[in-house]
């Protein structure tokens, strides 16, 4: 089994139920809160590799859905540049395995990590989405 860094949003609901996952699985998990990281640009690129801004940036951040910030209009550096500013915005979670980066629970590198979890229960769409996020919750 691997020991993980787990970048989460402490309380995120989602969050909880993928740490579970992957602690049944026999993972050891080192949580983080990706808020308080001091986040670099040159640090996101290893996980978000060759991915669009719409497909890296956290599209429940209260900024996204008021459309304040519309990640299809941005380019990889102006998008490295908010993230930076505002971690709200980074795609959760992040992950460090056995030296790999990864973001996002529905990433197909996490899914040798996963084990006998079968996916039939959805912990990536936010429980909250029709009414308030995750992030809006906990602001």
Not at 32 to 50: A, G, V
Not at 85 to 102: A, F, M, N, S, V
Request: with cysteine; aromatic share 6%.
């Amino acid at each position: 089994m691997a020991k993980i860094v787990f970048y989460e949003k402490p309380g995120c609901i989602n969050g909880e139920k993928q740490k579970s996952i992957l602690r049944e699985q026999g993972h050891e998990l080192e949580c983080r809160n990706i808020l308080e990281e001091e986040w670099t640009s040159e640090i996101l690129k290893k996980f978000i590799k060759s991915k669009s801004p719409s497909q890296f940036m956290n599209h429940t951040a209260p900024a996204v859905k008021k459309g304040e910030i519309v990640p299809a209009e941005l380019s990889a550096e102006e998008a490295l540049r908010l993230m930076v500013q505002e971690p709200i915005l980074i795609k959760r979670p992040l992950l460090i395995i056995d030296d790999q980066y990864i973001q996002a629970f529905d990433n197909p590198e996490l899914k040798k990590y996963l084990g006998s979890w079968d996916g039939a229960e959805d912990v990536i769409t936010c429980p909250n989405l029709k009414t308030l996020s995750c992030d809006e919750r906990k602001q």
